[in-house]
């Protein structure tokens, strides 16, 4: 028998039981604290003020029969835009806000001010006005009440114009300010889940956090933040107080929080390669993703000792702090992704800290890097690169395995995996040149299977094309006929985007105009069992050899020892120009090649020899071993 309903409309039919609801969103998880005060300084920004203070109040307590000063609220002031009656009710809301459909901005879900700071505290206080502070309203959220039925659910208490900013906090915040037309106040108190004690705990941690969170906006003088604590009984004397500079973990700004000098006003690293623009189509509407890279510069790793750690010093403590991926939606740090620092043999390997990436992209994008609404992850993208960071196999094998097809955010993952992979190569070369204690010698001064190779190769064309036996292909028709200064600027360039430094960049590209030479050997990482590609650029054909492949193993394994002043005639050095003149001759013969098709055909034909080889390889190995 079916039991008949009663009372039915007298059915409780909130969506949010109230209670648990905000038991619930107060265990909303920030990576630290420091995450959360973030979360207000954004709604600072965003109300486009140009002064902003985060202030601690502390009081001394009673910590196991000792007297100790404890934070005992928090406030963060700004001379914002304000806010009147209803945008206030909509600040306190859970979800409220008024940024849903903007284009761009920090803001969207309408979750930051009522989410982060119920994660802390339990009671978060308002005041806002426009116009003058006496015209002030004010209101809050408070989790005890709530608890016990004195405030409901999901009602924001009416603002009201009475309650008085408290007189600790009109002391202890800037005149100027509180003087200015429009500002915000927001207090947190009931302090229950913030992770440090101590004024100057929560200020130094706050300061390194939110001086790499909202670097952009501090380094293009947006907004100016300062940090200051004080004693309750004494809010006009500040036992602790600073300004929060930019922490750029791709230490290309300046001035910067970096603790040595001369690296606290200069650049402690230099851009690798060009920003990367990524093109994606969102819901009918063209989004950019920018990619950049950074690596520190040689001078940076010298020490006063020739046998100490640069990882030791201020500055290479300063690093540590930064490392990992820096993924910034609209100007604002999201997260510093710490997946790919498998990169280089290890997440322990230190020096992962002396090189940097950053990752911009528009609100455009949320959805397809997955940004969470507290703005703590970015989780398509996090995926990604656990996925392909941490996998030695080549992208496109990877991606295959997973059935992934046209993915731009693995695209970007993959790339940086790649260019992770060469930083980390160039800082092994600095230290290797450190501890010798002098840089390589040009290598244009010595002999090496490559240049042997790169030589022979470009003369036996010219002399081809002079006996008649060959027609100038058009990487040849480049080379004669752009301007060399031309020819100069645009290699360096292609060089860079390979990864090579800006001088050995320059440096490569005057040699291969000044000795007309018609080839240039790039590592690189490819898709696939692919050995090398072949790419005309400027009159240069560039053999782009595969770090994945095993012929680039016996390369290097090859030339490695090799003594710089070593005769040509020895087999070891015969065996590397042998190789390599193999591969420059396929160049060659792709770029003889005109027909699109027939170019296809030589590249699936290369592709299915690099399989081949990397087969045989592998094998000769698993049975030597």
Known sequence: MVKPIVNVADADRNLFTSSYTLRALRDSRYHNSAYAIAELLDNSIEAYAEKVELLCKEQTQRIKARMRRRVSEIAVLDNGSGMDFVTLI??????????????????????GLPTSSMSQCKRVDVWTWQGTPESMWHSYIDADNIETGQDTMPLVPKPDQETPIPESWRIAGSDDIFDNNSGTLVVWSKLDKVQWKTGRAILENTAREVGRIHRHFIDADITRIRLASFHERRPSEFDFEQHVVANDPLYLMSPTSVPDGPWDKEPMFRQWGVTRYYSVDVEGKEETIEVKYSI??????????????????????????????????????????????????????????????????????????????????????????????????????????????????????????????????????????????????????????ERKAVRTATDADRDAINAGEEVPTQTDKER??????????????????????EEEAKSNARRLVQETLSYQFNPAQLDGYQMFNVRSTNGILFINLNM????????????????????????????????RLLLLSWARMEDHTESREERMRIQSTAMNWGRQVDKVINFLRERDT
């Open 90 to 111: 909509e600040a306190l809301r859970f979800g409220g806000g008024t940024r849903h459909r903007s284009i761009k901005g920090i803001g969207k879900y309408g979750m």
């Open 296 to 449: 520190v510069k040689p001078e940076a790793l010298t020490t006063e000792r020739p046998t100490q750690n640069p990882g030791g010093t201020d500055r290479g403590r300063h690093a540590r702090h930064n490392i990992g991926v820096s993924v910034v939606r609209e100007d604002r740090e999201i997260v510093l992704e710490d997946a790919f620092l498998r990169e280089g043999g290890s997440s322990e390997n230190p020096q992962n800290r002396w090189w940097g990436c950053e990752v911009w992209f528009g609100r455009g994008c949320d959805d397809l890097f997955g940004v969470d609404h507290n703005k703590q992850m970015v989780a398509h993208f996090t995926q990604a690169a656990k996925t392909l960071a941490r996998d030695d196999r080549p992208n496109q094998v990877i991606l295959d395995e997973l059935e992934i097809e046209d993915d731009i955010i693995h695209e970007i993952v993959g790339d940086i995996r790649d260019q992770a992979r060469a930083m980390m190569r160039e800082i092994k070369k600095m230290f290797q040149q450190r501890r010798r204690g002098a840089p390589d010698e040009d290598p244009a001064s010595t002999n090496t299977p």
């Open 480 to 501: 004669a006929s752009i301007p060399p200064d031309e020819r100069e600027s645009e290699l360096a360039r292609k060089l860079i985007e390979y990864g090579q430094a």
């Open 548 to 579: 994945d492949h095993p012929v680039y193993d016996l390369l290097k394994h090859i030339e490695h020892d090799l003594d710089e002043h070593l005769d040509e005639n020895d087999p070891v050095f015969q065996a590397g120009v042998a190789i």
